[in-house]
């Protein structure tokens, strides 16, 4: 019956790392259903055989066992595979709410495979609520990076084009201009906007400007 249950706790930490990872899947994100699948899996058994996995000898006269020392490896284990997903590009850092998830993904793990399933259960919720829901609800709390590039005759124009940005709210993360054969400028601009629309937006401004060619937004 006890391995029954440990059993039932490996399954519901799969379950419940599973679910996040159809989301995060459905996303189209660089970790995934079997990504989330195997971490909370893998840190299930990990708790399992941390708290349960010594029972024969840690009762044993003048032997002392911190049977929390496996799972505590978990938590700074886990760092690593986060930190793969975190991927620094156009000066803006990409990935950061994959690496939370798979983060707390383990810890649903664990938390399911200590027995705690309605903690588990409760944490995958709201998982899927933040990521899901109040990501449609709230569209305006998500920031999205923006890469435009174009060229343009003269600087005065950019700077034109800067100045409507800055008052538009945008946080400009990246900036790089050159010249090239012909002398006009090219510049790509990356940038930091709290709305997924904002591309239509930088598009009207572009086209506003005389003499600006764009190449692409993205």
């Not at 006009?184 to 629309?197: F, I, N, P, T």
């Amino acid at each position: 019956m006890l391995s029954l249950e440990f059993l039932l706790r490996i399954a519901a930490a799969a379950l419940l790392g599973g679910l996040i990872g159809i989301e995060r899947g459905f996303r189209a994100k660089e970790a995934g259903f079997r990504t989330h699948f195997l971490v909370a899996l893998g840190a299930a058994v990990f708790m399992v055989l941390s708290a349960h996995g010594f029972d024969d000898v840690v009762f044993t006269e003048n032997i002392r066992l911190d049977v929390s020392r496996i799972a505590a490896q978990v938590v700074s284990g886990i760092g690593f595979i986060g930190a793969g997903t975190i991927i620094f590009q156009r000066h803006a850092v990409h990935g950061l709410t994959t690496a939370a998830g798979l983060w707390v993904t383990a810890a649903i793990g664990m938390a399911a495979g200590a027995g705690l399933y309605v903690i588990a259960a409760f944490t995958t919720v709201l998982v899927l609520l933040g990521l899901e829901v109040l990501h449609s609800l709230l569209p305006h709390v998500n920031t999205r990076v923006i890469t435009a590039t174009f060229t343009a005759k003269e600087r005065s124009q950019v700077d034109k084009l800067l100045e409507q940005l800055k008052s538009d709210g945008v946080i400009i993360s990246g900036f790089n201009s050159s010249t090239d054969p012909t002398g006009r400028l090219v510049v790509k601009l990356d940038m930091k906007v709290a709305s997924s629309k904002y591309s239509d937006n930088l598009l009207h401004l572009l086209l506003e400007l005389d003499g600006v060619e764009i190449e692409s937004i993205e």
